[in-house]
């Protein structure tokens, strides 16, 4: 792991990815805007509610998260971490977020969505 500097967004990355490891859906809520974006391979979307549908799901298919980088400063911080989940093994994602006033106000999330459709696909409803 590399940390370049100590800023707010920094530390608020090194939290969310914590909390992420943890399936800590309400501690990655805390420390986000209530009008926070999130664009991803899945789409664009906006606001608590749906930030946290989206990490609830992400939570469930979780299986262990490792931190591989994390940079920042003040209003912004990028970290790479590997995700290993129910359908994917190590899953290599990464996430720039901007924050103010010590809330993530935007982040975008970067992950080869490929493998998930595959699985997807295969998959049978309940």
Known sequence: MTTQSAGEALQI??????????????????????DIVCTSPRGRI????KFREFHDGFARM???????????????AVVVYSA???PVANAIVAEFFKVTNGKIVS????????PFVAHMATARPH
Do not use: F, N
Request: proline share 2%.
């Open 46 to 49: 906006i606001g608590t509610p």
């Open 84 to 86: 290993d989940t129910h």
């Open 107 to 114: 982040t975008e999330v970067i992950y080869d969505a490929a």
């Open 62 to 76: 979780l299986r262990k998260v490792t931190l591989l980088a994390i940079y920042g400063d003040d209003q912004q």
């Open 13 to 34: 990355a090194r939290t969310y990815v914590e909390a992420i490891a943890r399936k800590d859906v309400d501690a990655v809520i805390s420390i986000s805007a209530d």
